[in-house]
């Protein structure tokens, strides 16, 4: 398939300035979305995406992120997601989004509900012996719904990284090609 010059100056402006990149944009040899988000990922997140996993676990009013060293003994990791996520809650409590937005783009399902529902949603963090942990409460069902969307999302982001371990007992829609 031949490509425009437009296109392929619209992919490369997309990367540069941290947008979402859509499908128009992504063909051929460009990145995938995932690789996408891991490049992104390594200019917001101080640990490696490679030597972690991210753990999604939602929940009927929420859910825990939780982000784990693969070797519970490289305490240099541990503590550079314990300081990421320590930063990302307090952030998050504020309705701060911006590093999610910066790695995943501002069209990120359920992002919107969060920025404007964020008064209603306990934040809370905690360490874990090898990494740590972000839970979220909300009363609210909309705001729970906007949570899994939101978690969907970053599962199918962070692809062979991230793992679900969803208790909601609510049917999901796959968000993982919300930006293709």
């Given at each position: 398939m031949r490509r425009t010059p437009g296109?392929?100056?619209?992919?490369?402006?997309?990367?540069i300035g941290g947008g979402a990149v859509t499908g128009a944009a992504v063909s051929g040899s460009d990145p995938s979305r995932q690789e996408v988000v891991a490049e992104r990922g390594?200019?917001?997140m101080p640990f490696s995406l490679g030597a972690t996993t991210h753990v999604f676990?939602?929940?009927?009013?929420?859910?825990?992120?939780?982000?784990?060293?693969?070797?519970p003994d490289d305490s240099r990791e541990i503590e550079l997601i314990r300081g990421h996520l320590r930063a990302e809650a307090?952030?998050?409590?504020?309705g701060d989004f911006a590093d999610p937005?910066?790695?995943?783009?501002?069209?990120m399902p359920g992002l919107r509900a969060l920025r404007a529902g964020h008064r209603k949603i306990t934040v809370r963090y905690r360490d874990l012996p090898?990494?740590?942990?972000?839970?979220?409460?909300?009363?609210?069902?909309?705001?729970?719904?906007a949570l899994r969307a939101?978690?969907?999302?970053?599962?199918?982001?962070?692809a062979g990284d991230a793992a679900s371990a969803?208790?909601?007992?609510?049917?999901?829609?796959?968000?993982s090609g919300h930006t293709k």
């Open positions: 296109i392929a100056v619209l992919a490369v402006a997309a990367l390594a200019r917001v676990d939602a929940t009927v009013r929420g859910g825990t992120q939780r982000v784990i060293a693969k070797d307090e952030a998050f409590g504020r937005v910066a790695i995943h783009g501002e069209d090898a990494g740590a942990e972000i839970a979220y409460g909300t009363e609210s069902r909309k705001l729970a719904s939101w978690f969907n999302a970053q599962l199918g982001d962070h969803d208790r909601s007992g609510v049917e999901h829609t796959d968000h």
